[in-house]
Each structure stands twice: as structure tokens, then as C-alpha cells.
């Protein structure tokens, strides 16, 4: 058993409009997206516009369980196979109703609500946000630097549209790593793992239930409020514990579960099956985000070796608000077999059954090695000293920042300030945002430093098929039509209908794998013609000589 595996991130930022409050969050998405998408084609010399998704093979409906949801009786909100979300159109009539100035201005064939990046992942309009999506990685360490690359990207973004603000007359918009407005709308922060679809769904589902419910202790975000509106005062672990109300389901913004039924896989369906994890946090802390995949990896590994512990919750849902709404760490749940366990205890069987799994099998590789020393340490300190943590857990960091101006100021859990010092923790700017602060004044730690975080922004990871996807999009970004997670459509001058390459496999297509034929391509039509030669599984075209 190993932390490595299939792994990737995706963030929804919280958007605002600093001198605009009641601005359409769309609106302000779309103007995110488009910016950025504009920028990264001048860096890469692009004449034409960006490349678009390609919704082929996107099955939301689809649920592990053995069924298919009919669409009719679907939430409009699952609907993510179809594009786009909104036409350019809609967005020119919405930018007309609140701005006669942009609508105006607007050229609407430029209006980009999807975007593919150089670095193998993708940008786009979800809902009300805008969303990163981050390319496919092996170790959760690459999960949290490709997931940190998206923080970066949705700086890059801002900055961007502070600069054109005053020519354009758009608003300026600011991001924020969050989960909620305190409003009653939460926004998601989801994790994707690879599992070999011989596993069955329901074993997962036993497993991750507790797993989940208890794994806040160390990831939460941390949030000011009680309810989902934050209409109770307090401070609670995570920013998402309060909009979940089922155990096991399909929906991600409605009636969310904590285990979601999803079978979307993004790659040979026979052979994969993708656990799409909607119940984490946005997390900023290096640390959080490397138990938040490393330690969910390792209990996969013990579902698919049948070690999980037997861990049944009496009410997995009311237990996992319970644990977010105690940040003493002392509040117990009901299993069924009729003990009583904190959050922190249910972790440590987790973590006991993943060690003792690890010895038998003759010793953790070194990546597994630092997620389980890791988690033991944070454990120890969460019973002994959670403000110890203060310097590398989110909520812990968060609290005690809030702390800090309760104490100096006596103020109450409901006032208004300490929701404005939350929200200002998950600014992207690292001029703003609290978390950010925290790192420059060496008072958070990190895994990674700004430059790797940069690099990391324009550049694939190259032990996955986004190596592939990134390159082609960078080196040739006028002639990638349409992209997804497992195939890429290409326009070729000397070919009729271009081509369409099938990436089925994740750990294929990589920088040992095409390296050499990619950087010796003079230009795409070339890179298709050698790659047919080499591989014409994967090249679909019936023009290719």
C-alpha cells in the first residue's frame, strides 16, 4: 500500500466585486476566466482563441450505485455534459442589465467560459464561479502544488483585471479560497482519486463514511458561524460541514452526501472507477492539504486490501457537524456498536490500521512514510496542544487569529469583524489575505516556495497524461480545437477534420512516453502523423496517410 495514485483537485473561489457588492457572480466569473484565458494566449503567442472543453464522455448522471439518474428528474445544476453553462450571449445580457458600459464594450466572440492551461489543467465557468481544476497527479505532494498552482492562477487572474479596469470599465474583482458566502451558499473544494473498479462502491462508501466525518480535525478550513447561514455565533472546523444533509448521493449542490455516487471516471471505464470527494475544505495550509490526500489515499489502499476498520457512525451526518462545531476536540459521537469516539480517535484507528498495514507489507515507501509520521504528529498535537498547529493547520491558524482580536477587543462570536477576518484568511493576494501574511511573517509553514508554486502554474506535472495535454496546448496553441481529461481534438492544415488523440489512460501519454516525439515536432501536424505511427490505437482521424 502507497499514498500514490490518480489524484487531482478542484477549487471554486469565491468571487466578489470590490466596489460592486451586488454584482452577478457569473458575470464576474466569466470576466475572470475570459481575462486569464487572454493572457495566457498573448505569453504563448496565440493568434486564435482559446481551446475549448470537449464534453464527450462526461456522464454526471451516472451513479456507482448501478443506475443512471433520468435527466429529466436531474437537478439542472448536474447537468455538466452539456455546454456551455451559459451562451456568450446570456452573459452579454446579464453584463447588460448590471453594466451598459461593459455590455457595450464587450466583443463576444471572445467571451471564454472554459479554458485549457498549459499546465495540463483546466479553467472554466462552474455555476457562479469560477473553477480550476487541476491536471492529474501521482503523489499527494503534486496534489498540493498543482492545487497551490490554481491559487496562483487565480491571482494572475486578478491582477489582470485590476490592470485593464480603468480602460475597460469592468469591475475590478477579487477571489477568495473559500467555501462560503455566509449566506446560505457553499461552493465546492473537490478531490478526485483513482480506484480499480474491481472495488465495490458500497465497501468504499462503509469505509470513508467515518473517514470523512472526522477527517475536519486536521483539514477543516475553519469558519466563523453556526447553521448555513452562520445564523448561530461560534467558530466550527470546516466551512462545509453545515450543507451536507445525506450520507450517500449523487447531487454535489443539492441535498449534498457525504460520500458522492458520482461514476464519471475520465478514463477506461472498465478498469477505473473516480471517487469524486465532495465533502473537503478549500484548504491554503501545505500541511492541510497533504493529509487531506495523503491520508484519504492511504484508507483507499486499505479498502482495496480489506483492512479498513469497522467504524460505523450511528449518524454519520450529525456526527460530522458535531465534530466541526466543537474546536475543544472533545465532543464524542455514537458508533452503532455503542461507543463513544472524538474525531480525534476516530483518525487514529485510521491511521493504526494504515501503519499496522504498511509493517505487514514489509515497510511505507518515503512518500508514505511522511504522510504517516505526519499524521500521527498532528494527531499527538491536536490531543495535547491544538494551538501548536497554529502554524500549519487552516482552522487551527484561523482561530487563533480570531482569538487574538476577540481577546484584544472582546468581541463576540457574532460580530461582524471576525466574519470579515475570516472571509479576508482566503484572499488570493498576497498583500491581503491573512493566510498569505501568515507565510510571509514565517508564521505558516510550507511544502513549497512561490517559484515552485509559479513553475508549477505554466507547467504539467510529467508522470501523468496532462504532461501530454499541457505541452500540446503550449506548444501549439493554435491548433488544439477541443480538450478533456482523456482525449484531445486537433485542427491540422494537411489533414481533413484534424484529429482526435484518446488519452484513456492516465499513466500513459507521459513525459518518458512521448517526450522526445512532442519536443521534436516542428509542428502539430507532424507530432500527430508520428504519434499515429507509434500509437494509432490512440489517433482517431480517416485522413491520415
Not at 66 to 89: H, N
Not at 368 to 395: F, I, K, Q, Y
Not at 474 to 486: G, I, Q, Y
Amino acid at each position: 500500500m502507497t499514498v500514490r495514485r490518480v489524484m487531482g483537485a478542484e477549487t471554486e473561489y469565491g468571487v466578489l466585486a470590490t466596489g460592486n457588492p451586488h454584482a452577478n457572480a457569473t458575470v464576474l466569473s466569466t470576466q475572470v476566466v475570459t481575462t486569464y484565458a487572454a493572457l495566457v494566449r498573448r505569453r504563448l503567442g496565440a493568434s486564435r482563441s482559446a481551446a475549448d472543453w470537449d464534453y464527450h464522455g462526461e456522464t454526471p448522471l451516472e451513479d456507482a450505485r448501478g443506475f443512471t439518474v433520468p435527466r429529466e428528474q436531474a437537478d439542472p445544476t448536474q447537468l455538466t455534459d452539456v455546454a456551455p453553462v451559459l451562451t456568450a450571449e446570456e452573459v452579454a445580457a446579464e453584463a447588460l442589465r448590471e453594466s451598459g458600459l461593459w455590455a457595450e464594450s464587450m466583443d463576444w466572440a471572445q467571451v471564454v467560459m472554459n479554458t485549457v492551461l498549459p499546465n495540463g489543467a483546466r479553467l472554466y465557468v462552474d455555476h457562479s464561479h469560477p473553477e480550476y481544476s487541476s491536471p492529474e497527479v501521482t503523489t499527494p505532494r503534486d496534489a498540493v502544488l498543482w492545487d497551490a498552482a490554481g491559487d496562483r492562477v487565480a491571482l494572475d487572474a486578478v491582477r489582470a483585471v485590476a490592470a485593464s479596469a480603468a480602460s475597460t470599465g469592468l469591475d475590478v474583482v477579487n477571489l477568495y479560497k473559500n467555501n462560503t458566502d455566509n449566506k446560505s451558499v457553499s461552493y465546492g473544494a473537490h478531490e478526485n482519486y483513482l480506484v480499480p473498479r474491481t472495488v465495490p462502491f458500497d465497501r468504499l462508501a462503509t469505509a470513508l463514511l467515518p473517514f470523512f466525518a472526522s477527517r475536519q480535525v486536521m483539514c477543516g478550513a475553519g469558519r466563523v458561524g453556526l447553521g448555513p447561514r452562520g445564523q448561530r455565533p461560534g467558530f466550527q472546523l470546516s466551512q462545509r460541514a453545515d450543507f451536507f444533509e445525506r450520507e450517500i448521493g449523487l447531487e454535489t449542490t443539492v441535498h449534498r452526501p457525504i460520500v458522492n455516487t458520482r461514476d464519471e471516471p475520465h478514463a477506461e471505464r472498465g478498469r477505473h472507477r473516480r471517487l469524486h470527494v465532495i465533502i473537503g475544505d478549500a484548504n491554503l495550509s501545505h500541511t492541510a492539504g497533504l493529509l487531506k490526500f495523503g491520508t484519504t489515499s492511504l484508507v483507499l489502499g486499505l479498502v482495496e486490501a480489506g483492512a479498513a476498520p469497522d467504524l460505523g457512525l450511528a449518524d454519520p451526518v450529525a456526527a460530522l457537524q458535531a465534530i466541526s462545531h466543537d474546536p475543544s476536540l472533545r465532543t464524542t459521537v455514537p458508533l452503532r456498536d455503542g461507543r463513544e469516539l472524538t474525531g480525534i480517535q476516530l483518525q487514529r484507528l485510521y491511521l493504526e490500521a494504515a501503519r499496522a498495514h504498511e509493517e505487514a507489507g514489509g515497510g511505507p515507501d518515503p512518500q508514505t512514510r511522511e504522510v504517516l509520521e505526519l499524521w500521527g504528529e498532528v494527531l499527538d498535537a491536536l490531543e495535547t496542544d491544538p494551538l501548536s498547529l497554529a502554524d500549519r493547520l487552516d482552522w487551527v491558524a484561523k482561530y487563533a487569529l480570531l482569538r487574538g482580536y476577540r481577546e484584544r477587543d472582546g468581541l463576540a462570536w457574532d460580530d461582524p469583524r471576525l466574519t470579515l477576518v475570516d472571509l479576508q484568511y482566503a484572499d488570493v493576494r498576497p498583500e491581503k489575505g491573512l493566510y498569505h501574511r501568515l507565510v510571509a511573517g514565517g508564521r505558516m509553514r510550507t511544502l513549497f516556495d512561490a517559484e515552485e508554486i509559479e513553475r508549477a502554474a505554466g507547467t504539467p506535472p510529467a508522470d501523468t497524461r496532462a504532461w501530454f495535454r499541457g505541452h500540446l496546448v503550449s506548444r501549439f496553441p493554435d491548433d488544439v480545437l477541443t480538450a478533456n481529461w482523456d482525449s484531445v481534438s486537433v485542427a491540422l492544415p494537411g489533414v481533413r477534420r484534424g484529429a482526435r488523440i484518446a488519452m484513456p489512460e492516465p499513466l500513459d501519454l507521459t513525459r518518458d512516453d512521448v517526450g522526445p516525439l512532442v519536443g521534436s515536432a516542428p509542428d502539430a501536424e507532424h507530432l500527430v502523423r508520428a504519434l499515429a505511427g507509434a500509437r494509432p490505437a490512440l489517433v482517431h482521424t480517416g485522413s491520415l496517410g
